[in-house]
């Protein structure tokens, strides 16, 4: 037992003393929050466009208006849901309405404004006099505070209303998307006045949106669903998520470490002292210790994180994991999903030589590894389905899979049985692992179906 414990500190310590380690372990949050804070920052630096909006013709009439009411009624509507939004975030956290409301805001505002045509514009001839002074004003040959962001000619034809949009970036479709809106919906309010239709009942029957409340027996309450009652299948596909990527992470380390202390000879100076399942246990346990610690920590920001956002919704959490024991459930199959591949792969760095040689290996696993994460999500809509229900027997697939099952309370005898099974398979993966680690750390054999039958006849003497 010492020198499985004392290899798997050295495990931990080869990668945990690198800063690379360091790095990569605290990217993953930093990268999260810039996730969500990048594009809040991206739209409040967008700037605000001055927009000129110009009718070409008496048969023109009344668009600018249609263009400029979408932009108030646009402004009205974002108004709303930011007051919506504001009660919300403040509902969940305790702040006051006003700070959560001044936070959001900023999301909101407006991304255009109009300015009244300038004189020399207007009294240009339409032609190539007039597209003159529009590049003008578009360009850096007029004084900052006087440049325009877009120019827009509107015209309408028997086919119905159009316009031709001068940009000072070619890149920049934000006024053009929102024009062509603008005069869609002023050609469908047009075709329903001729038809005597009134456009404002179209539009309440746009807008309307049914409410609907979900009930079910099975909800906390016996009645009406809430999302408290939709919590543990998030968190049980949150943790199946959590377990593939452990197995990405982890056992990759492993397959990367086991293929580097071969080529060094290291593993055959660690064998004339401890045998081959004790070093492999040994790597696995420093492994699983490594990415444990990874996970605590990324844990430990998100709950943190989650209190001071949302301490309502943590407590829910809280209390989601510790009904019926479902956190020791979860333990339980990260445990054993986890061994079962971490041997797998520390099996499989012994038979490799290079990385490419492991990378040709990678590609079978990561096939089989794709599937529950394409069955997963239908196991948290229907954890009974047929197909759902005979996955889960699969050892390969049954901790993903029965992670995101647990919350929806499988019979027992499922549980028990998928366990049990997967322990075993875990417990064979071992054995197995343990003689081919031996057989291929020891030789310089490649993979392949006969070295593998060797090492399993023969490998462990």
Do not use: H
Not at 75 to 101: F, T
Not at 187 to 207: H, P
């Amino acid at each position: 037992m010492n020198r499985i414990l004392l290899i798997a500190q050295r495990e931990f310590m080869a990668y945990a003393k690198t800063v690379g380690f360091w790095l990569s372990l605290l990217a993953f949050p930093m990268f999260a929050v810039l996730g969500g804070a990048v594009p809040l920052l991206v739209r409040g630096a967008d700037p605000v466009r001055a927009v000129v909006l110009i009718e070409e013709g008496p048969e023109a009439s009344g668009l600018a208006a249609a263009v400029k009411g979408l932009l108030a009624a646009d402004a009205e509507r974002q108004a709303e849901r930011v007051r919506e939004a504001a009660e919300k975030a403040a509902a969940s956290s305790g702040a006051p309405p006003g700070a959560a409301q001044s936070a959001i805001a900023s999301m909101g505002r407006q991304r255009m404004r109009f300015v009244d045509a300038p004189a020399d514009l207007t009294a240009a001839t339409p032609g190539d006099a007039q597209n003159a002074v529009v590049r003008r004003y578009l360009t850096d040959e007029t004084p900052e505070d006087r440049r325009l962001d877009a120019v827009v000619f509107l015209t309408r034809t028997p086919e119905g209303p159009g316009a031709r949009v001068w940009s000072a970036r070619a890149t920049d479709d934000t006024v053009e998307d929102f024009v062509r809106r603008a005069l869609r919906d002023e050609n469908r309010d047009a075709v329903l006045r001729e038809a005597g239709i009134d456009a404002a009942i179209v539009e309440s029957v746009d807008a309307f949106r049914p409410e609907i409340t979900a009930f079910s027996p099975r909800s906390a309450s016996g009645g009406e669903v809430s999302f408290k009652d939709r919590l543990p299948g998030i968190i049980g596909l949150a943790f199946s998520f959590i377990l593939w990527s452990l197995i990405i992470t982890g056992a990759s380390i492993l397959l990367n470490s086991v293929m580097e202390e071969k080529s060094n000879k290291i593993l055959e100076v660690l064998l004339s002292s401890a045998s081959a399942t004790e070093i492999l246990t040994g790597k696995v346990l420093g492994v699983a210790f490594l990415t444990l610690s990874v996970l605590v920590v990324w844990g430990g920001i998100g709950a943190v994180g989650l209190i001071t956002a949302a301490p309502s919704t943590a407590a829910d959490v809280a209390e989601v994991l510790m009904r019926n024991g479902l956190i020791f459930y979860f333990i339980g199959y990260i445990v054993g999903g986890y061994l079962m591949y971490a041997v797998l792969f520390a099996a499989i760095g012994a038979f490799c030589e290079t990385p490419r040689d492991a990378q040709t290996l990678m590609g079978p696993i990561m096939m089989v590894l794709v599937v529950p994460l394409l069955v997963v999500q239908m196991a948290l809509v229907n954890p009974d389905a047929p197909a759902v229900k005979f996955l889960s027997w699969v050892p390969f697939f049954t901790p993903f899979l029965m992670s995101a099952r647990a919350p929806s309370g499988p019979p027992m005898i499922e549980i028990i049985g998928t366990m049990a099974g997967m322990f075993a398979v875990a417990l064979l993966m071992v054995w197995l692992a343990g003689r081919a680690f031996r057989a291929g750390a020891l030789s310089d054999v490649k993979l392949s179906w006969k070295s593998f039958a060797a090492a399993m006849s023969g490998g462990g003497r």
